[in-house]
């Protein structure tokens, strides 16, 4: 089979942990490991988010006194899929995958006009506490958002409309080498005759989601610092969501910073192959796949069908799920 993993930036650095480089090669090793069987068996191209490292390369540009300014987020961007994709594919090679292994910096092209521009939801960099959010949107004119019980910056992230090297990437899987792309969503650009870096973030999963549309995958795998998919989350309710039938998502709500993108690239890629989808956890890839750990997502009832079990709520109103 041919699969496309993402995996989210928050797992190769946990939320609160100090961004040692060292921190994060233990969670890339880990994150290998856990891949190095579906490797070993499948087709398989992986993707990466970035928002704690980008956004910990954009705080130290913006105190950097030897800049005329900061280096914008798109050239951050391909920084940080560089140093992760080199972690990934060194690490994937030590986890006993014997298969070539390429990482590849790309560059996503977005729509100028794209309205993402100028309502910023893409969460970057380390968590604060309010006062520390307030303070540094103040000194730095960010926009900072709530997330979960902490604040974080919030940049633009525009709708991926493709990958400039999609074709190269389709043409080294179907040769046999396991890739490393689209890492952080792809460094964003615009296309007028030139391309050209804007400053942004794109969505890792929704680009993830284009990319196995685009490479006819079989699966495609989100995995992230949280087990599965939670109905009532945060509330001693909370339990996960083991099976979400596609035609049931929209009776449901998700946060726009976090889940809420995961669910829409599993929608969109559901909806355009007819194949399953999972969220869960970075060391349950094997089980994802299989269906037995995480959230799996496809078409459990037949269209016009509903199969109830999925809103979590006898009323039938929707329900906040997330992670």
Not at 33 to 62: D, K
Not at 66 to 91: C, F, H, K, N, V
Request: hydrophobic share 45%; glycine share 12%.
């Amino acid at each position: 089979m041919r699969i496309v993993v993402a995996l989210g930036g928050n797992a190769l650095l946990l939320r609160g942990e100090r961004a040692d480089a060292s921190v994060q090669l233990h969670h890339v090793e880990a994150a290998a490991r856990a891949l190095a069987p579906l490797a070993a068996e499948h087709e398989l191209v992986v993707c990466h988010g970035n928002g704690p490292q980008i956004g910990l390369l954009a705080l130290e540009s913006e105190a950097d006194p030897s800049l005329t300014r900061p280096y914008p987020l798109d050239t951050l961007g391909a920084e940080t899929q560089g140093m992760i994709g080199y972690w990934l594919a060194q690490s994937l090679r030590n986890a006993g995958v014997r298969k070539p292994v390429l990482a590849v910096v790309t560059q996503t092209v977005v729509d100028a006009a794209d309205p993402a521009f100028a309502e910023p939801t893409k969460f970057i960099g380390p968590i604060y506490d309010r006062a520390q959010a307030d303070r540094l949107a103040e000194l730095n004119g960010w926009t900072m958002a709530a997330d979960g019980s902490h604040w974080r910056r919030v940049v633009a992230s525009p709708e991926p409309l493709r990958l400039v090297e999609q074709e190269s990437v389709e043409q080294l899987v179907s040769g046999g080498t396991i890739v490393v792309c689209a890492g952080g969503g792809g460094a964003p650009v615009v296309d007028d005759g030139q391309l050209r870096g804007v400053e942004a973030v794109v969505d890792k999963d929704l680009t993830s989601a284009a990319l196995a549309i685009a490479l006819k995958a079989d699966h495609l795998l989100l995995l992230t610092d949280v087990p599965a998919v939670m109905s009532d989350y945060g509330m001693p309710t909370e339990e996960p969501l083991h099976h979400l039938d596609v035609a049931e998502l929209g009776h449901l709500s998700f946060p726009a910073g976090s889940m809420g993108p995961k669910i829409e690239a599993c929608r969109r890629f559901v909806e355009a192959t007819g194949s399953t989808a999972g969220i869960g956890a970075l060391t349950d890839a094997a089980g994802l796949l299989a269906g037995t750990a995480g959230t799996t997502v496809g078409r459990l009832t037949p269209r016009g069908g509903r199969s109830g079990s999925c809103t979590g709520s006898s009323s039938g109103g929707p329900v906040i799920v997330g992670s």
